[in-house]
């Protein structure tokens, strides 16, 4: 069983329905990645809006990856698909992990007429 806590200053504030569609399929891409990978225990997903900027966080408690390997991975297009998601709503994207340190992934929106 994993434990996910969810925070977020949202309340019941929309986004675009683009934008809540990629997070959405992020979120359900990383989910099922720690689920599939990571043999973790908690994961911790965090969305903040703040000055016309959304942040999305997501943290896991799994034993993590060399981030280059999933890079060149020829197998497999969750990093690729995640990627390519973010940049179609112009965020910016942060993605860290080391082995036996769970995973982080960033991402700042800024939102304003593009999106």
Request: hydrophobic share 35%.
């Amino acid at each position: 069983n994993i434990i996910i806590k969810i925070n977020s200053n949202l309340n019941e504030q929309r986004l675009d329905y683009k934008i809540e569609v990629i997070l959405y399929r992020i979120v359900c891409e990383l989910i099922n990645n720690t689920i599939k990978h990571a043999s973790a225990q908690h994961i911790q997903i965090e969305l903040f809006l703040k000055n016309q900027e959304l942040t999305f966080l997501y943290k896991d408690d799994g034993k993590g990856f060399k981030l280059d390997e999933v890079v060149t991975k020829t197998e497999g297009r969750g990093y690729a698909n995640i990627v390519s998601r973010v940049r179609s709503i112009n965020g910016d994207l942060k993605f860290e992990s080391q082995p036996n340190s769970g995973v982080e992934v960033r991402i700042n929106l800024p939102l304003d007429a593009k999106n």
